[in-house]
């Protein structure tokens, strides 16, 4: 929330608070006491009615009691939705609140407003569960913040309501209407303003701390197997120490550091024990840490430096770097009946998700049994699932594939009691959180799950993870890395201490590891919350003021539409411009320009990693003329990506078309219970195969046609 709409909402406040004051009389002559009226009893304002409308639901089924006016919604899909009746006048500035009675035996997982007319993710909100009701109940979410945010309310507008992620779930409706507030929501109002101005003051802090000019530094932190040698400069004044600060502390938030030794002349260098007994965790490992020059002048302490990360770690092993032999890839890779694709494909890189909270536990129940230690802590990891892991890193092992690890935090329904400390404090739904950095014991358990795979999967014993994708889709972090509503450096301070704490333990075994930054195809229009591109820029940002570290990008150049898979003619807002709005595979050239800019090198000298690890075009049926536009895309996508120097690797998703998905069919194979062909390989998947083959120009050709050029070098643009 920017500066300027908390002050509208302030302005809001003001006209929710005002009450009336009390009124006295004139004196009318001698004699006469000032006479003190009643307040004026406070005054309600009717609501705003709605009901719902036929036009524009989808996986729905709709129907009226027109004599109860109880509406039955029951869901055909997996992302049922319906909108509600436009406005028939503007709303007035007490009409904040959506409420409504239902009955839902089963409850509804997530209702999702999105503010019409215009439809896009970023004018939505997440509202949670509605929980299961017997018996009619009232539900009623605040939709203050963001009719000011979307400046929603005008006559004309409507709401879609989207009602969870399932199936035929049956839900009754009535007395649907937008109303005031009541006293307990307004301070609930005022206290959620408050809290956006306060994330939004901090996140000026980081902006000012990244481009500061400081007058001491770090220059260089080693860590060594039982040491940390630090060294730096200060301007030859007195007072100056350096701090160890946790992966826990925000940098501009702590007034309080943790001072490690005083520091004195232009330069200084500080050798202390690599392994401290630190805020409960008796075997901290400043492997984690970063390092500053703070000055103490009584008792105020001040940053006097950037802080700096490791620039170098001794390392357990040194495996040697494995690059793909190929460009092409697969996304989402499992054991499955399937697994000759591997070979008939030529696969040569995977992406693997994994999820912490399946892993890692706080104590031992059921599967969560192997004893693992981190910091001088016990955890329990999940024998069951690490048996999976292996069967897979073994697959890709005696293939030679390089195995990009996807980290997922799950932020409910999972049997581990370490999911609750993981889950950050702030996420308020989604798929995913962002892992809980605010203490040290949620640190510490994160920290053991993937210092545990990091060690397991660093040698040829149990196969290998070559890099570390953090998390999923960060600049749709709403829906895919949830940390709640949040200015972008705020979110991005959070999430680049993720990436530092993984990059620091991977390096530990396998100094030729990347982590990666997670991006959907939004490059410079904030389609999700944030614009992928202002995301690597702040990426730099950091890389600069902290020291760099191995990071790549994991893109997802999908369609704009992904239901569309004609995005040569259909994406219109892909140009051949570093400030598209979008960078699909239409105009590849974008982010391929970014990576190979020597600025966004590797400390000055080394390209960035770029993966293409997660995109496919969709086959809205399975008709002939949908299967051939669907592999028209993925021939366009391979010759791009193939010809593209700073592409290194394209991870096609999906390798099977998932019923989960929306209705998508991005695969290159039928859904497992298709009816006609279960299973069945899809014109793409033939297109794959021959990629990059010496049959790949007469498996293409045919689709040449379907895209309505002549020749591939058609397909090609320049900035």
Request: aromatic letters at 10%; hydrophobic letters at 35%.
């Amino acid at each position: 929330m920017s500066i300027k709409k908390a002050a509208g909402l302030f302005f809001l406040l003001a006209l929710f608070a005002c009450t009336p004051e009390p009124l006295v009389d004139p004196v009318d002559g001698p004699g006469e006491q000032q006479k003190t009226e009643e307040p004026e009893p406070e005054k309600h304002v009717d609501p705003v009615m709605l009901t719902f409308i036929e036009k524009g639901k989808n996986g729905i089924n709709a129907s009226l009691d027109e004599s109860g006016g109880v509406w039955t919604l029951t869901s055909t899909t997996a992302d049922p939705f319906i909108y509600t009746s436009a406005l028939e006048s503007d709303l007035g500035p007490e009409h904040r609140v959506l409420c409504f009675e239902y009955l839902c035996v089963s409850g509804i997982d997530d209702l999702q407003v999105f503010y019409g007319n215009y439809i896009t993710e970023q004018r939505s909100r997440h509202f949670g569960a509605i929980p299961p009701a017997g018996t009619w109940k009232e539900f009623s979410c605040s939709l203050a913040s963001d009719i000011v945010k979307f400046n929603w309310g005008k006559q004309g507008d409507k709401l879609r309501l989207d009602w969870g992620n399932k199936s035929n779930i049956r839900i009754q409706i009535r007395n649907i209407r937008i109303r005031e507030m009541n006293a307990a929501e307004l301070k609930a109002y005022e206290a959620e303003l408050s809290k956006a101005q306060g994330k939004e003051a901090e996140a000026g802090r980081i902006s000012n701390y990244l481009v500061n000019s400081y007058p001491c530094s770090i220059t260089s932190v080693e860590v060594g197997k039982t040491e940390v040698t630090v060294k730096g400069t200060t301007d030859g004044s007195s007072g100056y120490y350096v701090a160890d600060i946790g992966p826990w502390e925000s940098l501009t938030e702590i007034t309080s550091f943790t001072l490690k030794a005083a520091v004195s002349g232009n330069t200084f260098t500080v050798t202390m024990p690599r392994i401290a007994d630190r805020n409960n965790i008796p075997k901290y490992d400043r492997v984690l840490s970063r390092f500053a020059v703070v000055r103490l002048e009584g008792s105020s302490q001040t940053l006097c430096s950037h802080a700096r990360y490791a620039d170098s770690i001794e390392p357990v092993s040194n495996p040697a770097p494995l690059v793909p032999k190929t460009k092409k890839g697969l996304g989402g890779f499992v054991v499955n009946n399937n697994l000759s694709d591997l070979d008939d494909l030529g696969i040569t890189s995977v992406t693997v998700n994994i999820v912490l909270n399946s892993l890692v536990n706080t104590e031992r129940s059921g599967n969560y049994m192997v004893q693992w230690q981190f910091g001088g802590i016990t955890y329990y990891m999940n024998s069951g699932y690490a048996s999976q892991l292996d069967r897979v890193m073994a697959e890709c092992r005696k293939r030679g594939i390089v195995v990009s690890a996807i980290l997922l935090n799950r932020q409910s329904d999972t049997q581990s009691k370490a999911t609750a400390l993981m889950k950050h404090p702030e996420c308020d739904g989604g798929n995913y959180s962002m892992p809980n950095l605010t203490s040290p014991a949620a640190v510490n358990v994160y920290a053991a799950a993937l210092d545990y795979l990091a060690s397991r999967y660093s040698s040829d014993n149990f196969g290998r993870i070559h890099h570390w994708i953090l998390h999923n889709e960060v600049d749709f972090q709403k829906e895919w890395t949830n940390m709640g509503d949040q200015p972008e450096l705020r979110y991005m301070d959070s999430y680049v201490r993720s990436m530092r704490i993984c990059h620091n333990l991977a390096h530990k075994y396998d100094p030729n590891s990347s982590v990666m930054i997670s991006l959907t195809h939004s490059w410079a229009r904030a389609e999700g919350q944030y614009a992928s591109k202002s995301l690597l820029e702040d990426l730099c940002m950091y890389s600069s003021a902290e020291g760099d570290f191995l990071w790549g990008v994991a893109y997802h150049p999908y369609p704009q539409n992904l239901t569309l898979p004609q995005f040569w003619k259909d994406d219109t807002s892909s140009t051949y411009s570093l400030n598209s709005s979008f960078c699909t595979f239409k105009n590849l050239e974008v982010v391929n320009a970014w990576v190979m800019d020597k600025a966004h090198f590797y400390r000055g000298t080394s390209k960035r990693l770029l993966f293409l690890s997660e995109n496919g075009t969709n086959s809205p049926s399975y008709s002939e003329p949908d299967l051939a536009r669907q592999a028209a895309g993925a021939a366009w996508a391979w010759k791009k990506t193939d010809a593209l120097e700073g592409i290194d690797g394209i991870q096609w998703h999906n390798w099977q078309d998932n019923r989960a998905e929306g209705g998508l069919r991005i695969g290159l194979r039928r859904f497992k219970d298709d009816s006609e062909d279960p299973n069945g390989k899809k014109p793409a998947w033939y297109v794959w195969q021959a990629a990059g083959t010496s049959s790949e120009d007469s498996v293409f050709a045919p689709y040449l046609p379907v895209i309505g050029i002549s020749s591939w070098s058609e397909i090609f643009g320049s900035l």
